[in-house]
């Protein structure tokens, strides 16, 4: 087994044994491990949060559940063949290599990433990505909470129906043969990557993604019950609101740690990221009041969600006052394809997306690499390798026009790939067990599901088995069950 002292010269050690490697940046680590952290809490307890209250009573625990296994199973896939599959050396020009990423010696290393060189007529070349200041072991676990909370927001729009074992089986499908193709082709240095396709944080990767991927398993997985389709309350909005506004926060990190250093560029990202949201919000909050006469809380939620999608793809690439202009078109856009194009829509009408991921997700995400190609400004491209020589459409000249239609491409092929290979993984895992829950579970929710209830009230969890779930030992089982576990003092 090898020891720390076989890494005295790869790495370098201090006089005191501590290790400090000449190319580690102290703050650059510390500001990514944070961001990376800030990442993983969006999903837990964010999303976890935020599912869980925003859905009926009944279905509370197994929309938290569904969150919080995504979480977990990530973490493992992810470790064992997903980065490199991601981020690894290439296998095809839209895929990498399968390896693991758990060697001491590979984790200790300086983080690397893929190179990009591209040559123009004039003789100019873009310059190459840097090689971050940091170990690999800060970037496996920095990409890996990106991809967890991909799966988690593609299971918004499948909430309230999904066979929670059929679930089990797609996220590890789901990760490997679609997240890291749009991982690696955008930004492992794959095919996109290569042609310059900008995708600052992931407005292609994670969110256009896990929007038509949601959509497109809303599809083959079924609607909900009619009684829950026609009311779907959420249980708890101030609950709701505090999942909300940890994922608001945490994009700080999401957006913030993708310069890969704490940087000017990061900086810039941060900022824009709260413009484009509070942006989004008040918009998409008046025109629910111009058009409903009321406020809506939920309303507000999904306008800031929309707008926090839409800076994603060019954070760090924009300035202040495009951010302000994506805010309104994340407010408004979204709006009116939930509010009134869906409502027209046979197709969307026929798909049962629980929480709107497509409208959230996928049309925010579209637009914002869309408006990304509009308003790059060349100075803050120059300032995030590998884009230096590109600009907006907005700022002229003929590399401004080709940036817009390399944005639409590059969204093109994210929604071919997830509509296609989504449909196989669901067809697939269909074989193995149903996709959609039994009738009888659908009625009762989470206690038929899970056993448990959110809120056990009124006689709720009455159904509850207490020898496979409690606290209680095989001879408290037939006891009333409202008696507190031993040792807890309960107050009634």
């Known amino acids: 087994?090898?020891?720390?002292?076989?890494?005295?010269?790869?790495?370098?050690?201090?006089?005191?044994?501590?290790?400090?490697?000449?190319?580690?940046?102290?703050?650059?680590?510390?500001?990514?491990?944070?961001?990376?952290?800030?990442?993983?809490?969006?999903?837990?307890?964010?999303?976890?949060?935020?599912?869980?209250?925003?859905?009926?009573?009944?279905?509370?625990?197994?929309?938290?559940?569904?969150?919080?296994?995504a979480f977990a199973a990530v973490w493992l896939c992810w470790v064992t063949w997903g980065y490199n599959m991601s981020f690894g050396h290439q296998l095809l020009p839209f895929w990498g290599k399968a390896r693991p990423a758990l060697g001491q010696k590979f984790l200790l290393m300086q983080a690397v990433l893929p190179e990009s060189t591209h040559f123009f007529k004039d003789g100019s070349q873009e310059t190459a990505w840097i090689n971050p200041n940091y170990p690999?072991?800060?970037?496996?676990?920095?990409?890996?909470?990106?991809?967890?909370?991909?799966?988690i927001l593609l299971a918004g729009s499948l909430l309230?129906?999904?066979?929670?074992?059929?679930?089990?089986?797609?996220?590890?499908?789901?990760?490997?043969?679609?997240?890291?193709?749009?991982?690696?082709?955008?930004?492992?240095?794959?095919?996109?990557?290569?042609?310059?396709?900008?995708?600052?944080s992931g407005g292609y990767v994670i969110h256009l993604s896990s929007g038509i991927a949601g959509f497109t398993a809303a599809y083959w997985v079924g609607p909900r019950s009619t009684k829950d389709r026609e009311r779907f309350p959420p249980n708890n909005v101030l609950l709701m609101l505090a999942g909300a506004g940890i994922l608001w926060m945490g994009w700080a990190g999401f957006n913030g740690g993708d310069p890969y250093a704490a940087n000017l560029d990061s900086s810039i990202a941060v900022l824009n990221t709260n413009?484009?949201?509070?942006?989004?919000?008040?918009?998409?909050?008046?025109?629910?009041?111009?058009?409903?006469?009321?406020?809506?809380?939920?309303?507000?939620?999904?306008?800031?969600?929309?707008?926090?999608?839409?800076?994603?793809?060019g954070a760090g690439l924009v300035q202040g006052w495009a951010a302000i202009v994506m805010g309104v078109l994340s407010g408004s856009i979204p709006w009116f394809t939930m509010m009134v194009v869906h409502k027209r829509s046979k197709l969307l009408q026929r798909v049962d997306d629980t929480l709107g991921v497509f409208h959230t997700h996928a049309v925010a995400g579209f637009l914002g690499g869309v408006t990304t190609g509009l308003f790059a400004e060349p100075t803050l491209?120059?300032?995030?390798?590998?884009?230096?020589?590109?600009?907006?459409?907005?700022?002229?000249?003929?590399?401004?026009?080709?940036?817009?239609?390399?944005?639409?491409v590059g969204a093109l092929f994210i929604v071919g790939w997830n509509v296609v290979v989504t449909s196989i993984i669901c067809l697939v895992v269909r074989l193995i067990v149903p996709l959609r829950m039994p009738e009888e579970e659908l009625v009762i929710g989470d206690d038929a599901v899970h056993g448990e209830e959110a809120y056990a009230l009124w006689g709720d969890g009455e159904k509850y088995d207490s020898?496979?779930?409690?606290?209680?030992?095989?001879?408290?089982?037939?006891?009333?069950?409202?008696?507190?576990?031993s040792g807890v003092t309960q107050d009634v």
């Open 1 to 69: 087994m090898s020891t720390a002292a076989d890494y005295n010269m790869s790495v370098g050690y201090s006089p005191n044994g501590i290790v400090v490697p000449p190319w580690l940046n102290k703050g650059d680590n510390a500001w990514q491990m944070i961001a990376a952290t800030l990442v993983g809490l969006q999903s837990m307890p964010g999303l976890v949060i935020l599912y869980g209250s925003i859905v009926k009573k009944k279905w509370a625990v197994n929309s938290a559940f569904m969150a919080l296994y």
């Open 136 to 151: 690999m072991a800060t970037m496996v676990y920095f990409q890996c909470v990106f991809a967890a909370i991909t799966l």
């Open 160 to 200: 309230g129906r999904m066979n929670i074992r059929a679930w089990m089986i797609f996220v590890p499908l789901w990760l490997t043969f679609s997240y890291t193709i749009g991982a690696f082709s955008l930004w492992g240095g794959g095919f996109l990557f290569q042609w310059g396709v900008m995708d600052y």
């Open 275 to 313: 413009i484009c949201a509070a942006t989004s919000l008040l918009v998409w909050t008046s025109l629910d009041v111009i058009f409903f006469k009321k406020p809506s809380v939920i309303g507000a939620v999904q306008g800031m969600i929309t707008g926090l999608v839409c800076i994603t793809p």
């Open 381 to 408: 491209c120059s300032m995030f390798v590998p884009v230096t020589n590109s600009r907006g459409a907005f700022y002229g000249g003929s590399s401004g026009g080709m940036q817009l239609l390399k944005q639409v």
């Open 467 to 485: 020898s496979k779930h409690g606290w209680y030992s095989d001879n408290e089982t037939n006891q009333p069950r409202n008696r507190a576990p």
